[in-house]
C-alpha cells in the first residue's frame, strides 16, 4: 500500500475506492519531509499529499511525529530536508503567503480568558487584516455555527472546556482559511464534546469547503471524521488509505474476543485450526483476540469445540475489524498501550503547542 503511494508521489492509491480521482487538485503536498534534533529523528522521510475539501487524518501513538508534522506545514518550525507547499505555496520559501491560507488550531486551549468570546475572535481577526465590515459579518456567522452566539459577552475563563474548544475552531476561521490544522482537536472533552467537535467540523468543512488535516492518537475520531486516515509511528508512515480500505487491508473481516476457563496448552493451536481464522492472539488471563474471515461460522466452531472438550467459555464477543487491528497489523502492537509511553524529549515550540 505505502510502496504503491509512493510511486504516485503522493496520490490518492487506485485501491481506495473513495471516489477521489488523481487529476483532482491537492490542497497539501508533502514530499520526503525530515526534522531532526541533533541525533533524533522525529519525522523520518514521510510523503503524502492531501486532496482540496478532504478531511485527512494523521493517527498515531503520543511522540509518533505527528504534531511535528503539522509545526513545520505551517511554518513553526523549519524542515530539516524535503518539502511542504500548502495551497501551492513551499513553506520555506513562501512562508507569508502559506500562512494567509490556513487556520491552526493547536491541542492546548490558548484564547485569552479575560477576553470575552467576542473579543477574542475580534482580535483574532484584526491580526489578519480583516476588513472591520467583513470582521463583523465573519463573527456574527462564526458565533452562530459554534452555537456561542448567547456567549458572546462571556469571559472565556467562564466557558466550559467543549465550549472552549469551539470558540478555539471559530477563532481559526475568522479569516476564511483554505485548509485547516487542528492538532488533538478533542484531548481532555468528555464524550458528549467530542462528538459535538466531531458534528461541527463535519457541517463547517462542508459549508465552508475546507480541507482538514488533524492529528489524532483516538481510533473513533479518526474512523468517523477522516476521508483518509496517515499512520505514524516512531516518526515514518507506515499506511495511509481511506478508513475502509486499512480495515479491509486487514486479513479477517471480523474479530472474535472469548476468554476460556480450564484450557488445555495447545488451545492457542487449537483456535488457529478454526475455519477462516487468519491469526490468534493470547492476551492473558485466558483471554484470545481471533481474526477471522467469517465471524459466525468460527464462532459457532469455537463454541462446539470448547463444549466438546469440557472448556468453559467465559466471556466471548464478535465486531467487525477496527482501526485498532489496523494499527496493530501495520506496527505490532496496540495503540492504546503506547498512550502511556512518552519520548524523554522535549523541543523549542511556541506556547501552547505539545511535542
Known amino acids: 500500500m505505502i510502496a504503491d503511494f509512493k510511486a504516485n508521489g503522493g496520490a490518492v492509491p487506485e485501491s481506495s475506492g473513495d471516489g477521489y480521482t488523481r487529476a483532482a487538485p491537492n490542497a497539501i503536498e508533502v514530499e520526503h ?79 485569552d480568558l479575560d477576553l470575552t468570546v467576542e473579543e477574542n475572535l475580534n482580535i483574532y481577526a484584526k491580526l489578519y487584516d480583516v476588513p472591520a465590515k467583513t470582521r463583523r459579518a465573519a463573527i456574527e456567522e462564526l458565533l452562530e455555527t459554534v452555537d456561542l452566539t448567547k456567549w458572546r459577552n462571556a469571559q472565556t475563563k467562564t466557558l466550559s472546556g467543549g465550549m472552549r474548544r469551539r470558540l478555539e475552531i471559530a477563532r481559526g476561521l475568522v479569516h476564511s482559511p483554505r485548509i485547516f490544522f487542528l492538532d488533538e482537536p478533542t484531548t481532555g472533552l468528555d464524550p458528549v464534546s467530542r462528538v459535538a467537535v466531531w458534528e461541527m467540523l463535519t457541517k463547517i468543512k462542508s459549508n465552508r469547503q475546507l480541507t482538514i488535516l488533524i492529528t489524532t492518537h483516538y481510533m473513533d475520531e479518526a474512523d468517523r471524521l477522516c476521508d483518509r486516515i496517515a499512520i505514524v509511528d516512531h516518526g515514518k508512515l507506515v499506511a495511509l488509505d481511506t478508513p475502509a480500505a486499512l480495515k479491509a487491508s486487514v486479513p479477517g473481516s471480523n474479530v472474535i474476543e472469548a476468554q476460556f476457563q480450564n484450557a488445555p496448552q495447545d488451545w492457542e493451536q487449537r483456535l488457529r485450526g478454526l475455519s477462516n481464522v487468519t491469526s490468534v492472539k493470547h492476551e492473558g488471563a485466558g483471554m484470545f483476540r481471533i481474526l477471522t474471515g467469517n465471524g459466525s461460522r468460527t464462532t459457532t466452531e469455537l463454541v462446539e469445540m470448547a463444549v466438546q472438550n469440557g472448556v468453559d467459555v467465559k466471556s466471548l464477543s464478535v465486531q467487525n475489524t477496527t482501526l485498532d487491528d489496523v494499527f496493530v497489523h501495520y506496527t505490532g502492537r496496540q495503540l492504546r498501550d503506547e498512550l502511556v509511553k512518552a519520548y524523554g524529549f522535549t523541543m523549542p515550540s511556541r506556547p501552547g503547542m505539545q511535542p
Open 33 to 111: 519531509i525530515v526534522k531532526k534534533y541533533g541525533d533524533f529523528t522525529a519525522v523520518d522521510d514521510v510523503s503524502f499529499a492531501v486532496k482540496e475539501e478532504e478531511i485527512f487524518g494523521l493517527l498515531g501513538p503520543n511522540g509518533a511525529g505527528k504534531s511535528t508534522l503539522i509545526r513545520m506545514m505551517t511554518t513553526l518550525i523549519p524542515i530539516t530536508a524535503g518539502t511542504a507547499r500548502i495551497a501551492g505555496h513551499d513553506v520555506q520559501k513562501e512562508a507569508d503567503a502559506a500562512r494567509r491560507t490556513i487556520g491552526v488550531i493547536p491541542q492546548a486551549l490558548t484564547s
